[in-house]
């Protein structure tokens, strides 16, 4: 397996992790407390099989937001259970003014000191519900949002052997593409909207990031995919306030080992669009889509 230890020192916090069973009100899930310096909760789906290995998802918030604000948002939680999906959706660090953040990449958004690792933070989450869960290794996915998204940009450059794919909402990433080095192909999508003071460029901590292009872009050239792209304008209907379909999609073409890397950009959208009934469907099911295809598996594609 991929994990190192069952503790492991973030930010000069040891994680130990014992857990409580408890039930999810009004749904036919359960959650699963895991509790230690940084505690957090599992939502296991009631279609739940210990002999059937499941998916895993991780939403991380943007800065200042919550876990379960970020839910709140995006209602991940019924898409899980119809899905059959473990998810998680923890908490970032409180500074010294309450605010919660993720140290995601020099720019954004820890600015204490010490300086937090929610890298290992994270992939001790990943550990510890595999090691009580039947997690699909195959099927281990991210979502975030602004610093979040930061997150999952971080942790998909530096555990793609880990994250079959990730799903980034108006993140940013490194400064310098060369910080990104994935030892493995992972699908990653970009969602954007278009009247986000973000979206052209980021602006974090004095330093001008790379916007929505470039971002996915990055990640075509990092996947090695061909530098052909097949736009389709008009696809998606993700923010319930714009009339019609007002979402465009760009896929890049000829991606290895089956992975995708896409952009939906929401034609008149700010940085926290007002998401639609679908959107949260939307981006799960290009999750589901986008497993890790072992060799075997694509000698038999091939």
Known sequence: MFFKSLTKSTGGLLLIFSSTLIGVQGAHATSEVFTGAR???VIVPSS??????????????????????????????????????????????EDRRGTRFWNATP??????????????????????????????PARIYLV???NGGFMVNRLACGHSDVFAAVVNIAGGSYVKSSSCKPSNPVSVLTIWGTKDVTYKVNHYAGRTIPGAVKTFSTWASLNRCAKK????????DLDRKIAGRETQVTKYLMCPDSTAIEF?????????????KTFT??????????????????????
């Open 48 to 93: 739940y099989d210990p002999s059937v290995p499941a998916p895993l998802l991780i939403a991380l918030h943007g800065f200042s937001q919550s876990g379960a604000k970020f839910e709140n948002y995006l209602h991940i939680g019924p898409v899980a259970e119809k899905e059959g999906i473990l998810y998680v959706h923890p908490d970032g660090t």
């Open 264 to 276: 939906w950009s929401i034609n008149g959208a700010g940085h926290v669009p007002n998401i639609s």
């Open 107 to 136: 720019e954004c958004c820890d600015y204490e000191t010490p300086l937090v690792d929610d890298d290992a933070y994270i992939m001790n989450i990943v550990e510890m519900v595999s090691l009580k869960y039947s997690v699909d």
């Open 39 to 41: 505690p957090f909760t």
């Open 229 to 236: 792209t097949l736009l389709v304008p008009n696809q998606l």
């Open 281 to 302: 469907a939307s981006f799960i099911k290009f999750l589901l889509e986008h497993p890790k295809v072992s060799p075997d598996t694509m000698a038999s594609l091939g």
């Open 144 to 146: 975030g949002h602004s």
